[in-house]
């Protein structure tokens, strides 16, 4: 259908920090919904060594033209030194949720 919108990946490190961000994002309009996962387990390296933490997941929707303010509120707000910032296609959607994204983002 169309690429203008794009869901947004970002890991924190516990719920408290997932809501905080969600309330940076929400409040200005850069996204209209935050989903937030617990239970996310990552593994990855880190300044030389293997890293396992418990996370949780968040999960943004927006317009594409917006992930640039999205991308800078969160860095801003985030507190780890590289925080995941990872933006996907959305290929196609159910055209009443897309409407509903441009009415919270504009």
Known sequence: MTSDYIVVFVT???ES?????AAAVLEPRLAACVNI??????LYRWN????????????????ADRFEDLRRAIAEAHPYEVP???????????KPYLDWIDDCVS
């Open 48 to 63: 030389g060594e293997i890293q396992d933490d418990a996370e949780v997941m968040c999960i943004m929707k927006t317009r």
């Open 17 to 21: 920090v997932a809501r905080n961000l």
């Open 84 to 94: 995941e910032i990872i933006a996907l296609p959305i290929a196609a959607g159910h």
């Open 37 to 42: 996962l617990p239970g996310v387990r990552s």
């Open 12 to 14: 924190c490190a516990d």
